[in-house]
């Protein structure tokens, strides 16, 4: 059973930093995608960052300069470093993955159950 497992949420003043983590554990033939979401209180979901496999990476605007993701394939983790954070990135960052647990299996969606972020101004 895939589970995917997010560390490193936290309170920070604006402008510091925090880096998130997600490891995913179980069995996996293969991991096409590992991204970060997040979600503010009333709002949607929203993509943050993505990494593919190639490796390629996407961000949101809101993030760009500010936010870095990177993958340690061999032990499927994504990481997540946030810097000069700002009160309007304070939400619950979500971890999800697009792989293939076996072969025979399509690919699809994984979610980590959430961390905290909270930046105070």
Do not use: H
């Not at 961390?115 to 105070?120: D, I, K, L, Y």
């Amino acid at each position: 059973q895939v589970q995917l497992v997010e560390s490193g949420g936290g309170l920070v003043q604006a402008g510091g930093s925090l880096r998130l983590s997600c490891a995913a554990s179980g069995t996996i033939f293969r991991i096409n995608a590992m991204g970060w979401y997040r979600q503010a209180p009333g709002k949607q979901r929203e993509l943050v960052a993505s990494i593919t496999s190639r490796p390629s990476t996407n961000y949101a605007d809101s993030v760009k300069g500010r936010f870095t993701i990177s993958r340690d394939y061999p032990k499927n983790t994504v990481y997540l470093q946030m810097n000069s954070l700002e009160p309007e990135d304070t939400a619950v960052y979500y971890c999800a993955a697009n792989l293939a647990p076996d072969y025979s299996t399509p690919e699809r969606d994984y979610w980590g159950r959430g961390t905290q972020v909270t930046v105070s101004s």
